[in-house]
């Protein structure tokens, strides 16, 4: 058979959503209000808004990659009762992968005690490699939940980094925290949404001061001040609500087009149904009137 014979039409997939602040902005409130969420918990304590949304502890690299292939497993046995999974935060994750991979290490052989990522192995990049290629399997099996419908949320903490670029000045950006920039580069590229959560910053026309108000916002777009991005032609700036996103991502849109097709199809299903029994309620009568007459 030809390759070309798989030609198809592009489809519409569940979204991989990356989104980064600081600690409290509202990227956990943000998740929870996502279509039926799991939330794959790395750090304590949840915003009171998300109470009742089913939480998976996770302590452990592991622990991780067991629940998600275990969610897999079970979405193709006889699916789950979820449409988003979230995992809050990689940033904790990353301390979590960093620990696997010492753990890991055999440089004792050498008489070496390993204390940190960067003397994994000897040292020379071989404990952040490592904690990549962790990090790269982790979103490998998101990237598997998402083919099968399943919305991907990674959630990070927020730090400011010099980017010095060989054609520009350098300058400060906002990126993921993670250990190592080759560990948060897959954060970034990989998701088809990577979205800023702040506070909107104002400034004093008078005099220049600049300040925040207590509107919260997600910024979606290319820019130099931080690692955002998005594949849906997002506004520069929203709130930093689900329902202001997700009417604006056409994988929901055309859910909720699907969910009024049906919900019109009940209705009329119904409505058919009803002039069908009152039909045959009418027509029950008048039989019942003849034969009294008749009978009369």
């Known amino acids: 058979m030809s390759i070309l014979s798989r030609i198809t039409k592009p489809r519409l997939y569940a979204p991989r959503i990356t989104i980064f602040g600081k600690p409290g902005i509202g990227k956990t409130s943000f998740a929870c209000n996502a279509p039926k ?16 949304v089913d939480i998976l502890p996770i302590t452990s690299y592991r622990e991780m ?3 998600l292939k275990s969610l897999i497993y079970v979405l193709d046995d006889r699916g789950i009762p979820y449409e988003t999974i979230v995992i809050d935060s990689i940033t904790s994750l990353d ?28 040292g020379y990049g071989k404990g952040p490699a490592n904690a990549k290629s962790k990090h790269e399997e982790i979103v490998s099996l998101c990237d598997a ?6 919305t991907i949320i990674y959630i990070a903490h927020s730090l400011t ?9 350098p300058f400060d950006q906002y990126d993921l925290q993670l250990h190592s920039p080759k560990s948060s580069a897959i954060y970034a590229n990989n998701p088809d949404v990577v979205l800023y959560a702040c506070q909107r910053i104002t400034v004093n026309s008078k005099t220049k ?3 925040t108000d207590s509107r919260r916002i997600i910024k979606t777009g290319l820019s130099a001040s931080s690692v955002t991005k998005n594949r849906y032609n997002l506004p520069e700036v929203l709130p930093l609500e689900w329902g202001a996103f997700a009417k604006l991502v056409p994988y929901y849109q055309e859910l909720a087009a699907a969910k009024t097709i049906k919900e019109t199809q009940v209705k009329e299903s119904k409505k058919a149904a009803s002039t069908a029994a009152l039909k045959t309620e009418k027509k029950l009568e008048t039989t019942k009137l003849n034969g009294d007459k008749i009978d009369a």
């Open 145 to 150: 939940l998402s083919s099968k419908g399943k």
């Open 37 to 52: 969420p799991l939330i794959l918990c790395t750090e304590r304590g949840l915003p009171p808004e998300c109470n009742g």
């Open 209 to 211: 001061n600049a300040g």
């Open 65 to 67: 990659i067991e629940a």
């Open 161 to 169: 980094v010099k980017v010095d670029l060989p054609d520009s000045e």
């Open 95 to 122: 301390r979590m992968v960093i620990d696997c991979v010492i753990s890991e290490d055999d440089s004792s052989a050498a008489n070496l005690k390993v204390k940190s990522i960067n003397t994994v192995g000897g």
